[in-house]
């Protein structure tokens, strides 16, 4: 981990707790929870008994959570898209019908299947 790696966590514990803080501060213990729930909080774990400082948490986890979702707009620095891979060549057949399948599947998987056309019994 390098110095700049070290600071910019510390930052991001120092404005978590920075925010916990504040909604401990400014917020009652059922408004905290009605946060959370709005937020996305379940209620499988009974939250209604934590303790305040529980529930702030929570709640910060949802906020950054938020936050730190890429959107079309603003996608993240580590979502890059991957490179196409090439198609494989392929050694067609000689009655393979190529034109007719430009661009899509030819019918060298019929040949190898059915055998060539001149060599099928027609009906």
Avoid at 113 to 121: A, I, L
């Amino acid at each position: 981990m390098t110095e700049h790696d070290r600071e910019t966590q510390a930052a991001r514990v120092r404005a978590r707790v920075q925010r916990m803080n504040e909604l401990m501060r400014n917020h009652t213990t059922a408004e905290l929870l009605h946060m959370a729930y709005t937020g996305g909080l379940l209620p499988y774990n009974s939250p209604e008994k934590w303790r305040k400082d529980e529930i702030a948490s929570a709640v910060v986890d949802i906020e950054s959570r938020a936050t730190d979702r890429p959107t079309p707009d603003r996608p993240t620095a580590t979502a890059r898209p991957a490179p196409a891979k090439p198609l494989p060549q392929r050694n067609h057949h000689d009655e393979c019908d190529r034109t007719v399948y430009e661009g899509g599947t030819c019918t060298c998987d019929l040949i190898e299947q059915y055998g060539p056309p001149s060599e099928r019994d027609h009906h």
